[in-house]
């Protein structure tokens, strides 16, 4: 039996026991690599945190938790949601809309997941709590919205994935913009409903805004919303101009917020300096579980890991539907230990060859797969998207709360999925009729 | 043996080099021997698989000498640099006239056994969002490139190299945020899509006429291997290298084709502008060449002079080969 | 044994703070390619390497202190649930005696990468730039031996019953 078979129950075993996760992980990857390269474990160890230091993509990942931080403080915040509150009061489930709508905003401006979602979860937690939403719902929406940077161009995931498969980077993001948009609206059109059935506690001091004169509110609604859109447009538009790369684009959003507290009269280096520490305590957690999942996907492989899949592939010898059903599965359940660097590296390479040999379209697998690998991002137990959610939480949120709150959006999801299984066209017609230059 | 690369397991390097490799292996030693190909950064970082053999992380590696011009520029020669030998003298240099000793014997004194895993055809010289057609047209472009190449466009033709990783090459060249990326042959940029993103593909690739892999082993590795296996595995390699060029010619005639039934417009350039950039490139060569003589290190000298010698030969020499081109 | 801990935790601290002043350089240099690239077309040939460095660097020099302040995420439903002598032994067993070993096997190896650097005189594998490598590799290995001390003195702490306000396994 093959010490590969061993690494995940293991895995499971120390993370269950309270053990953080990049720890855990460090320490199965260790020992699994001991049977492996004996002693150079440490050197081979030393290679994947290597590789996990100096990845340039990686470097969007502290900027936009800075932009965040900073956002945080600025106070824009409270103001969005003033401004929501004012506009989307009346509709059913308001704030939990405008966190989606913000979500997919900043996805559209960010490739790298987990910083969207920590940055409009500091945006939007303290704003939806004062307004009496149930937590569980607060983790969700802001679980769910900061998932979306995966399915909305730029993707990072959609980059590697396209790389890896040896398919067109470009048609694989116009093949995800459709079930993407179609991702958004089924969670809107949920937020609406949910919010019709169970509408959160009314709040005391929301009267200031019934007697709050037109005038007054459009005043609001400008020096709020002007600002905050120049600064998605500075992101947004300096990379869809192609003036910025992703990582770049998160420099100008952080050097944008920055401007914004300024603008408020909210800077001061005492906030300049909280934003900095919380910046390199997020980053420093995040990384850290990057690197220590790279150790575990070379010391995976190099135990044999990737042979066992691809041995039980050919054994099993699936029709196309069932081959399908069968990756995607394993995408699923590795997802729910992997970051999606290890499950895409891992995945991939191994299936695009049945994938091309059986005759699949691949775009359509692939915009299928990451939408698979955007769900395991919120399945718990382990939810890539709760421990973000977690390290900027307050303490009244727990994490049974947060896992109650994701299961509307992992059955969203999975809707989204099973529409496009049903439905190639809405993943390979866009690519279709897409003009390069 | 668990052999990693440099390039992500599917790429074109990794199937016609470093899988066939280990299929031929396989089929020379009857399965004696077996080659395990892992993608790159799974079992050791990309770029330091020369490193991971060193340290004793892997008994062997699969990576291209490029990777080494910064440590130590005479890698540049086996590398492959703007203005030199193109595939077919190259190869020919390399096995039959002196070049295969030379890089043997450089990784010997690096406590390396060396057995060359690929030798690749030309690269596109670039897709572009711009036409190109003389040396004033490079003039401050933004053009994504690296190596030698990078410094050979700023120095002599005033472009303005760019560093952009791989990911986000196609992205900064569809929203013109490059003006122009050079990346692989024909074969290989095919399914990066970059003819989707730029309207111009600019030939021949003057910057990178050919180029070269090695799969590297620790000296006592390859000396613990059974003596009636080492020919067996040599001939394997020489075999991957020759298969493997054939295959790339195969593929990218048939991406060229591909190329022109489309959108885009191929730019051939003019054979004085061709000149013009080998030139350029050759002149850099031979000056690293000499500042590395004057730091009391000739080999890189002696060995470009013996290259430049078959290649007088070779293009004295060669007239009489029939070539199909139009 | 407690004046150790804090020399300790106060090494972190310090890591902690030049991360800070590294994020910013961060910025600064992401910043100033893209202006030097759109507005003035002369595109740096450092910042590639430097905002790779700048996160690596960031990254491992906060580690130490992250862990200080408990900010790794684990999982504690289950957990919890544990009575607190066990899990604090489990906490003790897998930070001193399987992990302290562990990251001062890789701090090991660091230090010896950043010395055969040094003495080569390696420089940047593909960069134009081509930076000499031993300052970011020593970074590298100093943010690598803070994380083993801490992580050795969380793994005491824990076999202690030592708790303080941003370390307490008893929730
Ligand atoms: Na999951
Ligand atoms: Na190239």
Redesign the interface.
């Known amino acids: 039996m093959s010490v590969a078979a061993f690494m995940f129950p293991l895995l499971f075993v120390l993370v269950l026991t309270g053990i953080p996760i990049a720890f855990s992980l460090i320490v199965v990857s260790a020992g699994a690599g001991l049977l492996a390269f004996g002693p150079h474990v440490f050197g081979q160890l030393y290679g994947s945190f290597y590789s996990a230091a100096t990845n340039f993509i990686l470097s969007a990942i502290p900027m936009f938790v800075l932009m965040g931080a900073i956002l945080e403080r600025s106070g824009i915040a409270e103001r969005l949601f003033r401004v929501m509150q004012i506009w989307l009061g009346r509709l059913p489930g308001g704030l939990a809309v405008a966190t989606i709508a913000m979500g997919a905003v900043f996805a559209a401006a960010a490739g790298v997941v987990g910083a969207v979602e920590v940055m409009i979860g500091m945006m939007a937690i303290p704003a939806m709590q004062r307004y009496r939403y149930k937590n569980s719902l607060i983790a969700g929406t802001i679980c769910a919205g900061g998932s979306l940077g995966t399915m909305i161009p730029p993707s990072v995931i959609a980059v590697m994935y396209a790389a890896l498969a040896q398919i067109s980077v470009g048609e694989l993001l116009a093949g995800m913009m459709l079930p993407g948009l179609l991702m958004i609206v089924l969670f809107i059109a949920y937020l609406i409903i949910q919010g019709m059935i169970d509408p959160p506690e009314p709040v005391d001091f929301v009267d200031d805004i019934a007697t709050m004169s037109l005038r007054e509110k459009l005043w609001v609604t400008l020096t709020s919303m002007l600002p905050i859109c120049a600064l998605i447009f500075a992101v947004l538009g300096s990379l869809l101009a192609g003036i910025a790369s992703p990582t770049e684009a998160a420099a100008v959003g952080a050097v944008g917020a920055l401007l914004l507290c300024i603008l408020y009269g909210r800077f001061s280096l005492t906030m300049l300096r909280e934003s900095l520490k919380i910046t390199v305590r997020i980053s420093a957690m995040i990384l850290l579980i990057v690197a220590a999942g790279t150790m575990f996907m070379g010391t995976f492989a190099a135990n044999g890991g990737s042979r066992l899949i691809r041995d039980a592939v050919e054994a099993a010898g699936f029709g196309n539907a069932g081959m399908i059903v069968f990756f995607l599965l394993i995408v699923l359940l590795l997802g729910f230990v992997l970051d999606w660097t290890a499950n895409v590296l891992i995945c991939v390479p191994l299936f695009a060859p049945f994938i091309r040999q059986a005759g699949i379209d691949p775009i359509w697998f692939g915009t299928m797969a990451i939408i698979v690998i955007q769900t395991s991002y919120l399945t718990p137990p382990m939810a890539s998207s709760i421990f973000y959610l977690k390290s900027i939480a307050p303490p009244d949120m727990t994490y049974g709360q947060m896992c109650r709150g994701v299961v509307p959006f992992i059955l969203l999801q999975l809707a989204t999925l099973a529409i496009v299984a049903l439905f190639p066209a809405l993943a390979t017609w866009l690519p279709s009729q897409i003009v390069g230059f | 043996w668990q052999v990693p690369t440099s390039v992500p397991e599917g790429s074109p390097f990794y199937v016609n080099f470093l899988e066939r490799f280990a299929d031929n292996v396989d089929l020379l030693t009857s399965g004696r021997v077996e080659i395990e190909p892992f993608g790159a950064g799974v079992l050791v970082p990309a770029l330091q698989v020369y490193d991971g053999v060193r340290d004793g992380i892997i008994k062997a590696g699969h990576s291209t000498p490029s990777y080494l011009v910064n440590q130590d520029p005479i890698n540049a020669i086996f590398a492959g640099f703007p203005g030199g030998m193109g595939p077919e003298a190259y190869i020919t240099w390399i096995y039959e006239d002196g070049g295969k000793e030379a890089l043997y014997d450089l990784r010997a004194s690096e406590g390396f056994k060396s057995l060359i895993v690929g030798i690749g055809s030309s690269e596109i010289m670039a897709h572009s969002n711009v036409p190109i057609k003389t040396a004033a047209d490079l003039k401050g472009l933004k053009y994504r490139t690296s190596g030698p190449w990078a410094e050979v466009m700023r120095e002599y033709f005033g472009a303005v190299p760019t560093v952009v990783p791989p990911g986000e090459i196609y992205t900064l060249l569809q929203r013109k945020g490059v003006d122009l990326i050079e990346w692989g042959p024909p074969s290989a940029n095919l399914p990066e899509g970059f003819h989707e993103a730029a309207k111009y593909i600019i030939v021949p690739g003057v910057h990178q006429p050919t180029f070269l892999w090695e799969v590297v082993l620790k000296q006592e590795t390859w000396d613990a291997v059974d003596d009636d296996l080492k020919p067996l595995i040599e001939k394997a390699a020489e075999m991957t290298t020759m298969e493997g060029l054939i295959h790339f010619y195969s593929a990218d005639v048939k991406a060229m084709e591909t190329y022109r039934s489309g959108k885009n417009e191929i730019i051939t350039l003019d054979p004085t502008f061709v000149t013009e950039l080998s030139e350029a490139g050759v002149d850099w060569i031979t000056k690293k060449a000499a500042a590395e003589k004057d730091a009391g290190k000739p080999a890189m000298d002696d060995l470009l002079t013996k290259y430049k010698a078959f290649e007088a030969t070779w293009s004295a020499e060669s007239k009489y080969l029939i070539r199909n081109q139009d | 044994m407690t004046r150790l801990f804090s020399i300790v935790d106060g090494f972190s601290l310090v890591l902690?703070r030049i991360?800070?002043g590294v994020?910013?350089v961060?910025?600064t240099a992401?910043?100033f390619?893209?202006a030097a690239?759109?507005l003035f077309?002369?595109?740096t040939?450092w910042?590639?390497d430097i905002?790779?460095?700048?996160?690596?660097t960031?990254?491992?020099?906060?580690?130490a202190?992250?862990l200080r302040?408990d900010?790794?995420?684990?999982?504690?439903?289950?957990?919890?649930k544990?009575p607190p002598r066990l899990?604090r032994t489990?906490?003790g067993v897998?930070?001193f005696l399987?992990?302290t070993p562990?990251f001062a096997?890789?701090s090991?190896?660091?230090l010896q990468?950043t010395l055969r650097a040094w003495t080569s005189n390696?420089?940047?594998?593909?960069?134009?730039w081509?930076p000499v490598m031993w300052p970011f590799y020593g970074l590298?290995a100093l943010g690598l031996v803070a994380l083993t001390l801490q992580?050795a003195v969380q793994g005491l702490r824990a076999f202690l019953g030592h708790t303080h306000s941003s370390f307490d396994?008893e929730v």
């Open positions: 902690s991360a800070d994020a910013i961060l910025v992401m910043i390619e893209v690239r759109y077309s002369a595109p040939i910042a590639f905002s790779y460095m700048c996160t690596g960031l990254f491992i020099l906060g580690a202190y992250a302040e900010a790794h995420v684990r999982i504690d439903f289950l957990a919890e544990l899990r489990i906490e897998v930070f399987l992990l562990i096997g890789l090991w190896f660091a990468r390696e420089v940047e594998m593909v960069s134009p081509a590298l992580v396994l």
